[in-house]
């Protein structure tokens, strides 16, 4: 069974503080791996999309990695802000046309 | 260019009843997905549609089903609701033919929060 899994299940960092979430998956054969951002009551935005023959891909402040070996994901946020404050979600399709599997997320609080 | 629109944002039911959501993809989206957002499950993958046609379906029962227009626009209808329906009902639309595919980027409206009372 295609499993995703985050961690940690959530975190508190301090304002300009740096931090990493971990993405762990099963799904094979891999075909990409996407991380969202979802602010409280708001739906998912994209953050970064990989596919297997990429190791790292930014968007602004955030990064995002990739060892399609281990089967693992990290995505990197640099100086923290407030508003960074959501919860960010992992999400891996397989290479078979079909459903993505998600993760359960991992709730960021960004405290001033 | 406007979002993904969702209607109505909130919603009150009780047991029993059906409820209809709709979704408005971003102009020249053809493909729009459906996901079910709770605390204790995370986001689980309703349905798929390109084109008018049901591309994929997730592991929901029966009572959970969906359309798309001739214009892309998508509902999904619940019936005989439950008290564990409640949830928060989000619609995604992108420009390629699978949600997930490897170029797709799937943008997501603010969804329908449901309450099953």
């Known amino acids: 069974k295609n499993q995703v899994e985050q961690s940690p299940q959530s975190l508190i960092i301090l304002e300009g503080k740096n931090c990493t979430l971990q993405?762990?998956?099963?799904?094979?054969?891999?075909?990409?791996l996407r991380w969202y951002k979802q602010d409280t009551g708001r739906g998912p935005v994209s953050l970064t999309i990989?596919?297997?023959?990429?190791n790292t891909k930014s968007n602004g402040r955030y990064t995002a990695t990739l060892d399609a070996d281990t089967k693992q994901s990290s995505l990197h946020i640099t100086a923290s802000q407030l508003s960074d404050s959501a919860s960010y979600i992992c999400?891996?399709?397989?290479?078979?046309?079909?459903?993505?599997?998600f993760g359960d997320g991992t709730t960021l609080t960004v405290k001033p | 260019k406007a979002g993904v629109t969702q209607t109505p944002r909130y919603l009150i039911k009780t047991r029993g009843q059906q409820v209809t959501l709709s979704c408005s993809p971003i102009?020249?989206?053809?493909?729009v997905s459906w996901y079910q957002q709770t605390p204790g499950q995370g986001l689980q993958f309703l349905f798929e549609?390109?084109?008018?046609?049901?591309?994929n379906k997730g592991n929901f029962p029966g009572r959970f089903s969906g359309r798309q227009f001739s214009n892309s626009r998508s509902e999904m209808n619940v019936s005989t609701l439950e008290l564990g329906d409640s949830a928060l009902y989000l619609c995604?639309?992108?420009?390629?033919?699978?949600?997930?595919?490897?170029?797709?980027?799937?943008?997501f409206g603010p969804g329908t929060r449901l309450t099953v009372l």
């Open positions: 995604a639309s992108s420009l390629a033919m699978f949600a997930g595919a490897v170029t797709d980027t799937q943008y």
């Open positions: 993405c762990n998956y099963t799904v094979s054969p891999f075909s990409n």
């Open positions: 990989m596919t297997f023959s990429e």
């Open positions: 999400v891996v399709k397989g290479t078979n046309a079909g459903k993505s599997t």
């Open positions: 102009s020249g989206h053809r493909s």
């Open positions: 549609y390109f084109s008018e046609t049901q591309r």
